[in-house]
């Protein structure tokens, strides 16, 4: 059984920062899940099934959270009090929203003209984006634990990577 | 058992203290079960050595047949002969797009389709546990004893529905059921642990009517599925149809009567079978009003009237890696499994997709059935070499909820590793709102008329507030088993109201229960049958133990303490040999009453064999 009254980064035995060894990780979720999983106590009581199921629905969940830059630093500023997320205020820089809104156009043309290279070519710079705003992240929450000002690159960064996923589909519903 | 307490350290005190666990691939036109024999996983064949039941059931007028003695009326009795149920289970009528293809009474109703049989009317659960239940009893008699759990594997693409009620299925055939194991996942099992597979490998599993794509990655003992895709109506028996429909336009036939459909079926299956060794196959029959087909089919006419259902198998394996985040030069093998998956133009378009050549060292019919038991023997607790290895496995189809204008809002997305728990809060659209319907679906397109209903349920007793001021947390776990239940809960005032999704298109729990109700009745022999075997297996036992403690401390016993245990084991035998499990039971009963006291005596004995020799201070 796990400690559930643990955070995420806790529960696998990892530093509290944004960048981090993702194969520790992998690691660390892979024994945790060893021990904790369904299926070791398929044989066991109705109590002991029960306790696995929650454990091991637990550990999948701190792993998505942490496995995933962008809920990781939603994580990251959530155990500072921030909720980057809050249904009440969702602004976004004008100028950063303007840029997404074009690529989103020049997407439905590109799919319009079932031209997959364009698409392909949005996607890489929406992805080069990403990972700047990470490298930003990383320096504001690991190195100067600023955390105030982390929230909008995270709010961007959601953004982007919704976008990725949008793109994505449209592109494999080109190649089908 | 009071003699059972007397054994030494480290050897088992019960000849067979391994748990009988079985591995079932339920599979839509042929089934097996398989068993874990000194450490390999073996199939259970029937007397004549045959591995494969096929997946038909027939209704006749004194009972029930199944396998090959049913497969020989599909022809002439084909609307009480079941073949390829497990493409009704979970389905309502209006689901089966290709419901005229069935030669069967189909009856319609609330939830699942059912079918008219001269035995009655019965459910796709109900048939498909008349084969578990022939499987079952194969594995007992092969086995020596009741089953003590069983892994049933389902196509990875299987929704909730689809899933309880293969569970189902299960429950109504007697089965302990460990686990509901996908099919793809359950041959990475059985490929990676014989070949010490490490890396990312796709398994491409065309079976009888279903099509699944699973992308694992094997890294050090743990099986992780990255995605899985594929079509819940896709399999080998859509071929069969496209020949079917080639030789009746070939011929210029007129629509057949269902026992010339079924015929023409079987000829077109034969055809198609006999293409994966030769360029050409022929297709006769006589049809029932004398006509006479006589026609032949190439291996290149073949390719070309299935070059569509090869392409739509292609489909699900692009969105599983596009799922992954994976290119297919990332696959570094490629499970084939799946009798269909014999057939050369499959094998050559899916060597063309990743660029290699699939890896065939393996039985395609046999390699679902074989790791499920490996999992099945690791879930009941049997130890084995190298059993240190773990499954982490996904849900095929985002699960969410209906909001307004119809619309889904996903909780958990498709290929989310399971067990999972989300939870979502809700609030009310209109000032005073006290109740709010829930409607749980599954699928992933944005419209939940396209997405397949699980449950709707109401949450009552909201306490009346401002539109938008109630807070409800809707709460969505799936178990190991990939099977949902939901729960909404207000947050304010703690109003609950809990369901575990298995209503519209499963079988409620009351109907399980009929079910059983009626198989008792229709099939009691099955049962006495079953408490007879297992009284049996209990009697050996103690007879056997009892019968080695004589050999070795007779001396313990008075001549009539002896006289009386004697009796007492030949009651117990002279009953294992009738047929009456009670008379058993209370034999055993009394056998175990008659060596209580030479237990203790025995007892006493080791312990002071034990303690003899050693120093007082070794002791404590």
Not at chain 1, 132 to 147: K, P, V
Not at chain 2, 113 to 134: D, F, H, N, Y
Request: glycine residues 8%; negative net charge; hydrophobic residues 45%.
């Amino acid at each position: 059984m796990i400690d559930f009254s643990r955070n995420h980064f806790e529960l696998f035995g990892l530093p509290e920062r944004f960048r981090f060894d993702a194969e520790r990780l992998d690691e660390a979720y892979r024994k945790l899940q060893g021990d904790v999983h369904p299926d070791r106590f398929a044989a066991g009581s109705d109590q002991e099934k029960r306790i696995a199921l929650q454990s091991s629905a637990r550990v999948n969940e701190a792993y998505r959270a942490l496995r995933d830059p962008v809920l990781r630093a939603q994580y990251l500023l959530e155990l500072h009090g921030i909720e980057a997320m809050a249904e009440t205020d969702t602004r976004l820089p004008l100028d950063f929203l303007e840029r997404q809104l074009e690529r989103r156009e020049e997407a439905d043309a590109a799919v319009d003209a079932r031209d997959s290279r364009a698409l392909a070519a949005i996607s890489d710079a929406v992805r080069a984006d990403a990972a700047e705003i990470e490298t930003m992240l990383a320096q504001a929450l690991d190195e100067e634990h600023a955390y105030d000002a982390a929230l909008m690159p995270v709010r961007e960064l959601k953004f982007l990577s919704k976008l990725e996923d949008d793109l994505d589909a449209m592109q494999g519903d080109l190649d089908d | 058992m009071a003699l059972f307490q007397i054994s030494e350290p480290g050897e088992a005190p019960i000849p067979h203290a391994r748990r009988r666990a079985i591995g079932i691939d339920l599979g839509t036109t042929n089934s097996l079960v398989a068993t874990m024999r000194s450490g390999l996983a073996v199939v259970l064949p029937d007397e004549d050595g045959r591995p494969l039941v096929p997946s038909i059931v027939r209704y006749c007028d004194n009972g029930v047949d199944v396998g090959f003695a049913a497969m020989a009326h599909q022809a002439d009795d084909p609307q009480n002969t079941i073949v390829s149920v497990k493409r009704l289970m979970g389905r309502g009528l209006a689901d089966l797009s290709d419901a005229r293809r069935f030669p069967y009474r189909f009856v319609d109703g609330p939830g699942m389709v059912r079918i008219g049989t001269r035995a009655g009317v019965k459910s796709p659960v109900e048939i498909s546990a008349e084969i578990l239940r022939a499987l079952r009893m194969r594995a007992e008699a092969s086995l020596d004893g009741p089953i003590d759990g069983a892994v049933v594997t389902v196509p990875a693409y299987f929704d909730d529905a689809q899933r309880q009620a293969t569970k189902d299925a299960a429950t109504l055939a007697g089965l302990p059921i460990l686990r509901l194991l996908n099919e793809p996942t359950a041959a990475a099992v059985a490929y990676g642990l014989d070949n010490a597979a490490e890396g990312i490998y796709a398994v491409y599993d065309l079976g009888g009517g279903t099509f699944d794509i699973s992308i694992l990655k094997l890294s050090r003992g743990v099986f992780e599925v990255l995605a899985t895709n594929g079509d819940s109506a896709l399999g080998g028996d859509d071929f069969d149809h496209r020949i079917f429909c080639w030789a009746l336009e070939t011929a210029g036939l007129p629509p057949p009567t269902p026992a010339d459909a079924r015929l023409l079926l079987m000829r077109a299956r034969e055809a198609k079978e006999m293409l994966t060794g030769h360029d050409e196959a022929p297709l006769r029959a006589t049809l029932s009003d004398g006509t006479k087909l006589d026609l032949a089919l190439t291996k290149e006419t073949f390719t070309s009237i299935t070059q569509t259902l090869v392409g739509k198998t292609l489909q699900p394996v692009k969105r599983a890696l596009r799922d992954a985040g994976l290119a297919p030069t990332d696959v570094k093998g490629v499970v084939l499994v799946g009798g269909a998956t014999r057939m050369p133009q499959i094998r050559r378009a899916v060597a063309t997709f990743f660029g290699q050549p699939p890896l065939t060292n393996l039985n395609p019919d046999e390699v679902v059935a074989l790791g499920a038991a490996v999992q099945a023997n690791k879930l009941a607790g049997n130890r084995e070499k190298n059993d240190d290895w773990l499954l982490l496995d996904v849900i095929p189809l985002s699960l969410g909820l209906e909001t307004m204008g119809g619309l889904t809002e996903k909780i958990i997305p498709r290929n989310s590793t399971i067990p999972v728990t989300r939870a979502q809060e809700f609030t009310t659209f209109k000032d005073g709102q006290t109740a709010m319907a829930i409607h749980v679906v599954q699928g992933e397109r944005e419209k939940v008329a396209d997405c397949r209903s699980l449950a709707r349920f109401e949450l009552r007793g909201i306490p009346p507030l401002a539109a938008g001021a109630a807070r409800i947390r809707v709460t969505f776990d799936v178990d190991a088993d990939g099977l949902l239940a939901v729960a909404a809960r207000e947050q304010t005032t703690g109003v609950e109201s809990t369901i575990t999704v298995k209503p519209s298109y499963g079988l409620s729990d009351s109907e399980i229960a009929r079910m059983l109700r009626d198989s008792f009745t229709h099939a009691g022999d099955d049962m006495m049958a079953r408490a007879q075997a297992e009284a049996r297996v209990d009697a050996e036992q103690i007879v056997a133990a009892t019968q080695s403690a004589l050999a070795v401390d007779a001396e313990l016993l008075t001549a009539s303490e002896r006289a009386h245990i004697d009796a007492a084991l030949a009651g117990v035998k002279s009953q294992i040999a009738g047929g009456d499990h009670r008379a058993l039971r209370a034999a055993i009963a009394a056998l175990n009453d008659a060596t209580g006291e030479f237990a203790a005596r025995r007892m006493d004995r080791s312990v002071q064999a034990a303690l003899s020799g050693k120093r007082i201070d070794a002791l404590s």
